[in-house]
T-cell receptor
Framework: QKEVEQNSGPLSVPEGAIASLNCTYS??????FFWYRQYSGKSPELIMS????GDKEDGRFTAQLNKASQYVSLLIRDSQPSDSATYLC??????????????FGQGTILTVHP | GAVVSQHPSRVICKSGTSVKIECRSL??????MFWYRQFPKQSLMLMAT?????????EQGVEKDKFLINHASLTLSTLTVTSAHPEDSSFYIC?????????FGPGTRLLVL
């Protein structure tokens, strides 16, 4: 069983719509959760981090965390063609020798079409 | 803030040579840096964890004698690919940890001929 799972997509949404990206994780003691955006041929860029249950908003982006359901999501409002990229969900391991390591999902490819 | 640089951005070398890649945290100190490799259309694969002043911790299946890591200061980690072969051609990306968050460098694209 994969530790962090994402739907690989591709997810296609029209410009101006809301894009919803989902992620589930298996390690119940995970504490820190991140969304990175990766354009083709580039390295990942941090979009959001979230540590507590509930919603966290930053501009057009909203991260949602539900630890009971082991579920993290990212909503992108007013999607733009420039949002087209692969979105990586990452979970920080809880501790011990794995402290600080991130476990990544496979990524969801998002395409925003004009 | 939290800017990470890598050098070189792209390198082409002949089979059998060694290549050194530098990773620097420009505006913060990083006791821990990470080295990843990414093949086309695949996700990031963690190669090793680099800790300042101590030996790196390698992931299972990564040859520590082939991928030499040195983390001599709080702002610099280096990865040396020794005796590179065409199968080592990949996108190598470092990250530096600040508190709970990893910030990624721009990556180094290695092509071994």
């Amino acid at each position: 069983q994969k530790e962090v799972e994402q739907n690989s997509g591709p997810l296609s949404v029209p410009e101006g719509a809301i894009a919803s990206l989902n992620c589930t994780y298996s390690d119940r003691v995970s504490q820190s959760f991140f969304w990175y955006r990766q354009y083709s041929g580039k390295s990942p860029e941090l979009i959001m981090s979230i540590y507590s249950n509930g919603d966290k908003e930053d501009g057009r982006f909203t991260a949602q965390l539900n630890k009971a359901s082991q579920y993290v999501s990212l909503l992108i409002r007013d999607s733009q063609p420039s949002d087209s990229a692969t979105y990586l969900c990452a979970v920080n391991n809880a501790g011990g020798t794995s402290y600080g390591k991130l476990t990544f999902g496979q990524g969801t490819i998002l395409t925003v079409h004009p | 803030g939290a800017v990470v640089s890598q050098h070189p951005s792209r390198v082409i070398c002949k089979s059998g040579t060694s290549v050194k890649i530098e990773c620097r945290s420009l505006d913060f100190q990083a006791t821990t840096m990470f080295w990843y490799r990414q093949f086309p259309k695949q996700s990031l694969m963690l190669m090793a964890t680099s800790n300042e002043g101590s030996k790196a911790t390698y992931e299972q299946g990564v040859e520590k004698d082939k991928f030499l890591i040195n983390h001599a200061s709080l702002t610099l980690s280096t990865l040396t690919v020794t005796s590179a072969h065409p199968e080592d051609s990949s996108f190598y990306i470092c990250s530096a940890r600040a508190l709970e968050t990893q910030y990624f460098g721009p990556g180094t694209r290695l092509l071994v001929l």
